[in-house]
């Protein structure tokens, strides 16, 4: 059974910084893309952060470009994202997800998805 947990969300005030971790499993996910997602109350999922399974490419949103690192550790089966100077406007559940093959910014091309964890920011 697939599945992708994430971890590391919480309270913040603004301008502090969050780790956040997704332990993939049922599966290698050496060759999978991963990318991570959020989503806050009453808008869509959009994308945040995206990692080609080789590594050599990383996307970012405009909206966390110079804020947001996304890498990977395959021998861990784990994603990560490092969040600095956080905004209000980040609160969102943020998901990990992946993808077998190349890396995508497209909610609809990701099979696999966590469950979701909270970060909240406050101002």
């Known amino acids: 059974q697939v599945q992708l947990v994430e971890s590391g969300g919480g309270l913040v005030q603004a301008g502090g910084s969050l780790r956040l971790s997704c332990v993939a499993s049922g599966r290698t996910f050496s060759n999978d893309a991963m990318g991570w997602f959020r989503q806050a109350p009453g808008k869509d999922r959009e994308f945040v952060a995206a990692h080609s399974w080789r590594g050599d490419f990383t996307y970012y949103a405009d909206s966390v470009k110079g804020r947001g690192t996304i890498s990977r550790d395959n021998a861990k089966n784990t994603l990560y994202l490092q969040m600095n100077s956080l905004k209000p406007e980040d609160t969102a559940v943020y998901y990990c997800?992946?993808?077998?093959?190349?890396?995508?910014?497209?909610?609809?091309?990701?099979?696999?998805w966590g469950q979701g964890t909270q970060v909240t920011v406050s101002s």
């Open positions: 997800a992946s993808r077998y093959g190349r890396v995508s910014m497209q909610v609809a091309d990701y099979v696999y």
